[in-house]
């Protein structure tokens, strides 16, 4: 999308911990300030203040005997940012800036979903008209929106809530919609680590991540950023995450750049038919040195496109394009030298297909549905890997054109 003219226009999350006390909160408040004195537009998207969320879900749960509807808790869950956004809009209000705030129960509120109350998506075309004919309008005049992040509502006036990383979620539509050149998180992270400070020591701040790489971190548990929310990433629009104590949104942090593929997807990852080859043993697991002997011989002679284990087998996938008769040598010998292997078997012509998009690991029962259909059609499994957004199989090469329109039909027929 062309940016919406030639003044540079940034898009500003603040989670909840860079508004948890009045200190933070005015830290943030003139963080947004400055940057306007340099002549930049910005909007503002705020999560509620602190754990307030946390605390509205526990009480209301607590009270109605967990038998609240979910479009119920949503209206009480509202509360949290319906809040932050009065308090931060009136406080640059009295720091000298004109500000107003979009709270859902507005007529202009620019976040339309659909009716999934709980985890409700947003519905973009509705999105997108709302915010350029609502906030565009404003920026453009050097009045700073404050959106109410996490909320949404439905064409029929109903507030939903956008579930995990619903914020984010927020931004990333606004800043779309709006042909902003920069999204900022503000957190309590120095930006994306090499680990998690809670449970590792010394981690390291990525200075740069893409996107598709970002997601897989997600999807192990990693609470970074949410894949739901990388889903909206904008492809042309770079963000950054930084910490809120710096109290400065041009400070250095982690840039995630790049978008993912929103839709679920299969393809033909890999053009030459894919040979297996499975060692079995006792204990191979136990001993690196075999692994490791195994990966460098593979290297040497082919392309590694997949590997699994356990405690008692190894399972290589790898490339047929070139003549593997020395690999397959190779791994023998290594077979033959060890007390841990016993034998080796191997399976040729596989093709490698590779199901992958946002949503993939939020998509219940998938991978199941995917084998049925398969089976069904007389088509056997030989290999399946899970990794982040993407699930990896192996099946006939001959079977692959069959195979390809099975699991891509299996993917739109998902629910």
Known sequence: ???????????????????????????????????????????????????????????????????????DLDEILSMGERTSIRIFSAALKTNGAE??????????????????????????????????????????????????????????????????????TTAFVLAEALGADEIVLVTDADGIMSGDPKIVSNPQRLSEIDVNTLVGLADSGAKFIHSKALKYKPKNINVRVIKHAHGNLSKEGTVITGAL??????????????????????????????????????????????????????????????????LFNNIHDITKSNNETIAMAVKKDLVFIKTSGVGLEETHGIIGKISEDLRLNGINISGILTITSSILLFVDWNEREKALKLIKNSLRTAK
């Open 1 to 71: 999308m062309e940016k919406v003219d030639s003044h540079k226009t940034i898009v500003v999350k603040f989670g909840g911990s860079s508004l948890a006390d009045h200190e933070r909160l005015l830290k943030a408040v003139v963080a947004v300030m400055n940057e306007a004195k340099k002549g930049r537009r910005v909007a503002v998207v705020v999560s509620a203040m602190g754990k307030t969320t946390d605390v509205l879900m526990t009480t209301a749960k607590n009270a109605s005997n967990g038998k609240l509807e979910k479009k």
């Open 99 to 168: 500000s107003c705030y979009f709270d859902p129960i507005d007529s202009n509120w620019p976040i339309i979903t659909d009716a999934t109350f709980q985890n409700a998506n947003p519905i973009l075309k509705d999105c997108e008209k709302n915010i350029r004919e609502c906030v565009l309008p404003l920026i453009k005049q050097g009045i700073i929106p404050v959106v109410a992040g996490f909320l949404g509502k439905t064409k029929d006036g109903k507030i939903t809530t956008l579930g995990r990383g619903g914020s984010d």
């Open 261 to 326: 593929a929103a839709e679920l997807d299969a393809e033909i990852a890999h053009p030459f038919p894919v040979a297996e080859i499975t060692v079995i043993g006792n204990g191979i697991s136990a001993n690196p040195q075999i692994i490791q002997e195994m990966v460098e011989k593979t290297k040497q002679h082919s392309l590694l496109l997949g590997m699994s284990m356990n405690t008692n087998s190894i399972i290589l996938y790898v490339s047929q394009e070139k003549n593997l008769d020395a």
